[in-house]
C-alpha cells in the first residue's frame, strides 16, 4: 500500500475527478489532530477517514486536511491561535487549552 496507495488516490482525486483520499504527512497529522481518525498508520488513517466522511467528500477532505496542516497546523509548530478548529481539536484540548 503506503506510497503507491497515495499516488493512486492522488490520480483518482485529481487527475479523473474521482473520490479518494490521498493520506500524506500533512492528512495523517492534521486528521489524527483533530480526532478524525486514530491511528497510528497512513492506510488505517484512510480507512477511518473513508469510513467516517460520505465518499463523495473524500476528495475535498483530502485538500482540506493537507491545506490545513501547511498553513496552520504545523508539525513542530502548531498555529492554535489562529486554528478555527481548536474548540473541536482533540490536540489542542488535550495538550494547549489552560
Known amino acids: ?19 479518494a483520499i490521498a493520506v500524506d504527512t500533512h492528512v495523517f497529522r492534521v486528521a489524527n489532530r483533530l480526532g ?3 491511528a497510528n498508520t497512513p492506510e488505517k488513517t484512510e480507512e477511518q477517514l473513508e469510513a467516517r466522511f460520505d465518499e463523495s467528500l473524500w ?38 487549552k489552560v
Open 1 to 19: 500500500r503506503g506510497g503507491g496507495r497515495k499516488t493512486a488516490n492522488v490520480v483518482t482525486a485529481v487527475a479523473v475527478g474521482g473520490n
Open 36 to 38: 478524525l481518525a486514530e
Open 59 to 96: 476528495s475535498r477532505l483530502h485538500h482540506l486536511l493537507i491545506f490545513h496542516g501547511r498553513y496552520t497546523c504545523h508539525s513542530q509548530k502548531p498555529d492554535c491561535a489562529a486554528c478555527l478548529l481548536k474548540e473541536e481539536c482533540k490536540y489542542y484540548n488535550k495538550t494547549q
